[in-house]
């Protein structure tokens, strides 16, 4: 990660990032040691979130060009998605646009409930528009992002609670050519069933 932006943005002490991203990060599980360095992110990056972001999806990688065989590779940017998260709720159009360019690298399922959760007409709007998106992990997104129960990560209680908010959403992607997105769409009907 720090070599990542280091390559683009030449102010970044990378140094001092490593180092603190390093302390007391081995008693940390996944999702706890992905949100400090999600932290450190934030101490190290420009205070002004826009520039942050600029900076951040500049220094992504490629796009996935599949979705089998990758490991836990893609899992380099889950920090990314905590930094979107726990950051970019006052900033929706830029903080959109970073999670639609991070899932289509790992997953931005865990960062879009927020958004969803305050933002649920402009979200459910871009979200029908993604449905359609040319890129797999994007269709995925859509129900992946929108589950009532999603695993690891917040409840959206107005999709428990309406379900049939998500209809359209599902409805689009239930007959995707891809597995990986039909697959999703079952996991989230499981999700209301419950």
């Known amino acids: 990660?720090?070599?990542?932006?280091?390559?683009?943005?030449?102010?970044?002490?990378?140094?001092?990032?490593?180092?603190d991203c390093c302390l007391g990060i081995d008693d940390l599980e996944l999702m706890p040691r992905a949100q400090h360095i999600s932290r450190q992110m934030r101490v190290y990056l420009p205070r002004d979130y826009d520039k942050a972001v600029e900076i951040l999806m500049l220094s992504l990688g490629p796009v996935l060009p599949k979705t089998d065989g990758n490991g836990l590779a893609p899992f380099f940017y889950l920090p990314h998605v905590f930094?979107?998260?726990?950051?970019?709720?006052?900033?929706?159009?830029?903080?959109?646009?970073a999670q639609y360019e991070l899932t289509r690298r790992f997953t931005a399922e865990f960062s879009i409930r927020p958004f969803i959760a305050r933002y649920c007409a402009p979200c459910m709007t871009l979200l029908e528009k993604w449905a359609c998106d040319p890129c797999e992990h994007v269709r995925r997104l859509v129900s992946e992002g929108t589950r009532p129960r999603l695993p690891w990560a917040a409840k959206l209680d107005l999709f428990i609670t309406q379900p049939?908010?998500?209809r359209p959403l599902l409805e689009s992607l239930k007959d995707d050519t891809?597995?990986?997105v039909r697959r999703s769409v079952a996991n989230h009907l499981n999700d209301i069933s419950k």
């Open 1 to 19: 990660i720090a070599t990542s932006i280091s390559h683009v943005w030449q102010h970044f002490d990378r140094e001092g990032f490593v180092r």
């Open 83 to 97: 930094f979107v998260r726990d950051h970019g709720l006052e900033h929706f159009v830029i903080s959109m646009a």
């Open 164 to 166: 049939h908010l998500t």
């Open 178 to 180: 891809s597995l990986y």
